[in-house]
């Protein structure tokens, strides 16, 4: 019986396969302008880089919040948007190596969420404004875990290895050749997806189309890039929205009512159980 059960799981593991890789070889095979990819460069990878989290938290203040004088909030998410940029670009146009050590460091990655979380406290004086931008935060560390741990367990290889002959379609070659090499079997779920759908929910009641879009073209942009499958897109945004209800319904969070400590703690805690596992990257 137990043979029977595990034969029959992975025929329709093969059978997902094949139906997930006919979908998403359209896009593989895609090649689009180098200023459109440039532009689907940026929601394809800005959740995957470590100053991803205060640089989308920033977006989210500008645009949910109501301020009586937002010239400091306006000049510092203008100032991190141009040095984020102006990092991503050099990388991904000029295959700068010190921009690939500052862009996807392990370190960087536990630091920058805590530091995201104190640049929104002292810019934004409305603390409903403040409770919303902290949110994707607060959910941020129990994603990423989530997603470890099933990318472990699944070791699905990403498309950028299996199909490495169609490096030469994408004009910004080093994002597959940089995931070939940093992101081996770590397709299934795709952890932009889900962080991306987590930025999104904030802005879900109000800009219920710059959401969407927002986690479409992340979506699109990371399957482009031979990085993800589309189900393993699409698996990404479900863990998100599972850990969300899981976060308002059953641990009883109010994304409008939160506190500075709140994605501190829950930070921290992962930080803690990627030292205690050893684990040498979470992307």
Not at 162 to 182: F, G, H, Q, T
Not at 188 to 195: G, R
Not at 238 to 253: E, K, P, Q, R
Request: charged share 15%; glycine share 4%.
């Amino acid at each position: 019986m137990l043979n029977k059960a595990r034969s029959k799981m992975e025929l329709l593991a093969c059978l997902r396969d094949r139906v997930d890789e006919k979908l998403s070889g359209l896009i593989f095979h895609t090649s689009l302008p180098a200023i459109i990819e440039l532009f689907l460069s940026i929601p394809g990878a800005c959740f995957g880089v470590t100053p991803g989290t205060p640089f989308a938290s920033l977006c989210i203040a500008c645009l949910v919040g109501n301020y009586e004088n937002p010239m400091a909030l306006h000049l510092v998410t203008i100032a991190v948007s141009i040095q984020v940029l102006a990092a991503w670009f050099s990388y991904v146009l000029g295959n700068s190596l010190s921009m690939e050590k500052l862009l996807f460091n392990l370190k960087l990655y536990m630091v920058f969420p805590p530091c995201a979380v104190f640049l929104c406290y002292f810019l934004i004086p409305d603390r409903q404004t403040f409770s919303k931008c902290i949110y994707p935060l607060t959910i941020f560390m129990p994603i990423v875990v989530s997603e470890y741990v099933l990318k472990t367990m699944v070791g699905r290889e990403r498309p950028c290895e299996k199909y490495n002959n169609l490096w030469e379609k994408k004009y910004l070659v080093a994002i597959p050749k940089l995931l070939a090499k940093i992101g081996k079997n770590g397709s299934f779920p795709s952890t932009d997806a889900s962080v991306a759908a987590a930025f999104a929910i904030p802005l879900a009641k109000e800009y219920p189309n710059v959401a969407i879009a927002l986690v479409f073209l992340t979506c699109f942009g990371r399957v482009y890039f031979l990085a993800h499958y589309v189900l393993d897109t699409i698996a990404g945004i479900m863990i998100t929205f599972f850990i969300d209800s899981l976060a308002t319904n059953v641990i009883g969070l109010d994304m409008e009512e939160l506190s500075w400590w709140h994605p501190l703690l829950s930070h921290f805690c992962g930080v803690f159980y990627f030292i205690v596992n050893n684990t040498r990257g979470i992307k």
